[in-house]
């Protein structure tokens, strides 16, 4: 299965950073960015150094290629719903993922091979999420439109209001996963439901003053993908278990039946 049918429009866009990794790019440099994509998987591929796994490869890049194109864009502006939207996407299609343990360093070469601090997107994607967790549909609601504030959410609630009187905001797919995780979060059965996730998301799209379609495209789409890749990985699996099978019965074999020599040794 093509990672690219898999991820195409799938939702990966980026944040505007310095190439260098390290420090975030100054706001007034976002205009003069005159790095390439190109550059930017070099410095990816200088971070990480270990070699990507099957399909996931084309799944990181094109999560690299869409956050790059972002970086460059002089409307983009990085925020905390987009930061849940790059951790949430990051983390379901590099769901099963072997080593696990190379995920951690695999996402923070995309964060720094754009100059960007990995800690800051994760910490920002947690926040976000533990008020998720604590709210209900109606609070969610009410707090993106800004009727509603809660305690200690000061700085988010300034970058919500940031975005709805932002008649140049930069609207990405990986800002509407990020609307999307909090919903999931806020009420896992609401999401399933397809009229009451088309209510929710209609109310989210007039709080922010977001083009509805185009974020209810998105996100279909980016279920619709999520359903492929989970059938991608059981395939992957399954011929995976099929050569650990071969090799173990080849082992088998070959102490089972020793060479001819080894026995005329033996006599």
């Given at each position: 299965m093509s990672a690219r049918s898999l991820h195409k429009k799938?939702?990966?866009?980026?944040?505007?950073?310095?190439?260098?990794?390290?420090?975030?790019?100054?706001?007034?440099?976002?205009?003069?960015?005159n790095s390439t994509v190109s550059d930017t998987k070099r410095s990816f591929y200088t971070i990480h150094t270990r070699p990507i796994n099957s399909i996931y490869?084309?799944?990181?890049?094109?999560?690299?290629?869409?956050?790059?194109?972002?970086?460059?864009?002089?409307?983009?502006?990085?925020?905390?719903?987009?930061?849940?939207g790059v951790v949430t996407a990051f983390e379901r299609f590099m769901q099963g993922y072997l080593p696990?343990?190379?995920?951690?360093?695999?996402?923070?070469?995309?964060?720094?091979?754009l100059g960007d601090d990995p800690q800051r997107y994760q910490q920002d994607a947690r926040r976000l999420e533990g008020?998720?967790?604590?709210?209900?549909?109606?609070?969610?609601l009410s707090w993106l439109e800004g009727s509603t504030s809660f305690e200690d959410t000061g700085d988010l609630q300034a970058s919500i209001t940031a975005i709805a009187t932002n008649s140049k905001f930069k609207y990405s797919?990986?800002?509407?996963?990020?609307?999307?995780?909090?919903?999931?979060?806020?009420?896992?059965?609401?999401?399933k439901d397809p009229e009451a996730r088309v209510q929710a998301i209609a109310k989210v799209c007039a709080a922010l003053h977001l083009p509805e379609e185009k974020v209810t495209?998105?996100?279909?789409?980016?279920?619709?993908?999520?359903?492929?890749?989970?059938?991608?990985?059981?395939?992957?699996?399954?011929?995976?278990?099929?050569?650990r099978k071969k090799r173990e019965?080849?082992?088998?074999?070959?102490?089972?039946?020793?060479?001819?020599g080894s026995e005329e040794a033996s006599n």
């Open positions: 799938s939702g990966f866009p980026h944040t505007a950073q310095h190439p260098r990794c390290g420090a975030i790019r100054p706001l007034e440099d976002q205009v003069n960015n490869r084309r799944v990181v890049e094109e999560l690299m290629v869409e956050m790059h194109l972002l970086s460059v864009n002089v409307d983009f502006r990085y925020n905390p719903i987009y930061a849940l696990e343990q190379d995920k951690v360093s695999i996402f923070n070469g995309l964060c720094q091979a008020l998720a967790s604590r709210v209900s549909i109606l609070d969610l797919r990986l800002f509407a996963i990020g609307l999307f995780a909090l919903l999931e979060i806020v009420d896992p059965d609401l999401v495209k998105d996100l279909d789409l980016y279920r619709s993908n999520l359903e492929k890749i989970a059938q991608a990985r059981i395939v992957l699996a399954d011929v995976l278990q099929a050569d019965k080849r082992a088998e074999k070959a102490v089972v039946s020793p060479p001819n």
